[in-house]
């Protein structure tokens, strides 16, 4: 290793910051030590390591030129908040105004969306919904307080992705909030981390058992041409429901149409219930139809 990367080294080491959660842990473990050379053995022994694994990453990173570009402007990671796995649905984050969503960035298995403040790293994730969804295996990520999105989150390319097919844009009736959804090529588990100082969203992934093959079957809408309209009848299919339904989403179907599902089942039958329950609590003018899926499968483009 060259002297000027040593120095380069000593100095970023030099101006590292220690998080107040750590200030506050030493200052009660002196207090209860029964031997202050013990404790100052222990605390050398620490930063040894925390100056040891600085300098393997710097030097990992310094003979991959190829990562350490992929790294540049990407936002140093705050202060982990929560990391929950997900079971259908988790929400966080605080209420917030006027963030921007983004920039986007994704490595084989972790998505990050920050969020900006005008032209600073804002400090506290907004309000967020993440809920997964079967028939395609996705997500839909809900944030609110939110007022703009970064080029790099509008049409992310995930092509060859190991675990993630596509990842777009839905609608959601609200000036003040975004929804995304990421559809899989396979079946995920998912961790959720939330970070703040500089605030972020991390969507982390990982391989899950194959489920049942079995097909279901989708009480859906046609295809729209606009988002904007199938964000309405998203909304009549809510209201019809008393704003009960889980199972109502917003998916872009395999010709770039959209559609509003109000549930999947098991049977035509239950399907067809379903639908004539819709009917009767007020979507008589709304046409519904029932399509047969795949667990992989992309929503058909359904025309009256």
């Known amino acids: 290793m060259s002297q000027s990367t040593k120095d380069t080294l000593r100095q970023a080491f030099d101006h590292i910051t220690v998080a107040p959660e750590l200030d506050n842990t030493i200052r009660r473990s002196i207090a209860r030590a029964s031997s202050r050379r013990r404790l100052q053995g222990v605390l050398k022994k620490s930063l040894l390591s925390v100056a040891a694994a600085f300098l393997i990453f710097a030097v990992g990173v310094n003979s991959l030129p190829a990562l350490g570009n992929t790294m540049e402007g ?42 900006t403040t005008g032209n600073s790293l804002a400090e506290t994730a907004p309000w967020y ?12 990520v809900e944030v609110h307080g939110v007022r703009g999105l970064h ?3 509008i049409n ?14 839905s609608v959601i009736l609200d000036d003040s ?43 859906r809408t046609y295809s729209q041409t ?14 019809a429901l008393e704003w009960q339904g889980e199972g109502v989403r917003i998916l872009r179907d395999a010709q770039g149409g959209y559609m509003a599902e109000a549930g999947l089942f098991a049977t035509e039958t239950a399907a067809q219930e379903f639908v004539t329950k819709l009917r009767a609590a007020g979507l008589g003018d709304t046409a519904l139809t029932i399509e047969r899926r795949g667990p992989n499968d992309i929503p058909l483009h359904l025309r009256p």
């Open 74 to 115: 990407i936002p140093v990671l705050g202060r982990l908040v929560s990391a929950l796995r997900l079971d259908r649905m988790e929400t966080g984050g605080q209420i917030t105004d006027g963030l921007h969503v983004g920039p986007l960035t994704f490595s084989r298995d972790t998505i990050t969306l920050n969020f």
């Open 129 to 140: 919904k993440v809920t997964e969804h079967t028939h395609p295996s996705s997500l839909i």
């Open 151 to 153: 080029p790099s989150a």
């Open 156 to 169: 992310p390319n995930f092509a060859g992705h190991a675990y993630i097919k596509e990842m777009y844009r």
């Open 177 to 219: 909030a975004l929804r995304f959804v990421i559809v899989f090529n396979q079946p995920v588990e998912t961790v959720v981390r939330e970070l703040t100082s500089p605030a972020a969203l991390q969507i982390v992934l990982s391989a899950a058992p194959s489920p049942s093959a079995a097909s279901v079957y989708a009480v």
């Open 226 to 239: 606009s988002r904007g309209s199938a964000g309405e009848l998203e909304e009549n299919i809510r209201a």
